[in-house]
């Protein structure tokens, strides 16, 4: 059974900085894009984030978030990061982990076929 666990969310004021760490268990993401996405009140679940199987120079953002966040990813630990800086009270969300159903990245949910639990981010002002 595939698990990712997504931690590192919290409370914190805009400026500052999370990290956000993605955990698969069951599955050897090594082959696989993953992504990031988030969902907050009211609105839709959208794409963050995305970073390819090799992990090297090739990674997708999403434009609100282009220049502040960055996604990398240890093949070794099974993991996906998400890095946040300057964040500002509009990236509250609930951040979501997902594995791809193949290597290359996609900004469309339904390229990925398992996904985390979530974890909250609070920008305050």
């Known amino acids: 059974q595939v698990q990712l666990a997504e931690s590192g969310g919290g409370l914190v004021q805009a400026g500052g900085s999370l990290r956000l760490s993605c955990a698969a268990s069951g599955r050897t993401i090594s082959s696989y894009a993953m992504g990031w996405f988030r969902q907050a009140p009211g609105k839709e679940r959208e794409f963050v984030a995305g970073?390819?199987?090799?992990?090297?120079?090739?990674?997708y953002f999403a434009g609100s978030v282009k220049g502040r966040f960055t996604i990398s990813r240890d093949n070794a630990k099974n993991t996906v990061y998400l890095q946040m800086n300057s964040l500002k009270p509009e990236d509250t969300a609930v951040y979501y982990c997902?594995?791809?159903?193949?290597?290359?990245?996609?900004?469309?949910?339904?390229?990925?076929?398992?996904w985390g639990q979530g974890t909250q981010v609070t920008v305050s002002s």
């Open positions: 997902a594995s791809g159903r193949s290597a290359s990245i996609s900004y469309a949910e339904y390229h990925y076929d398992y």
């Open positions: 970073i390819d199987w090799s992990g090297s120079s090739n990674t």
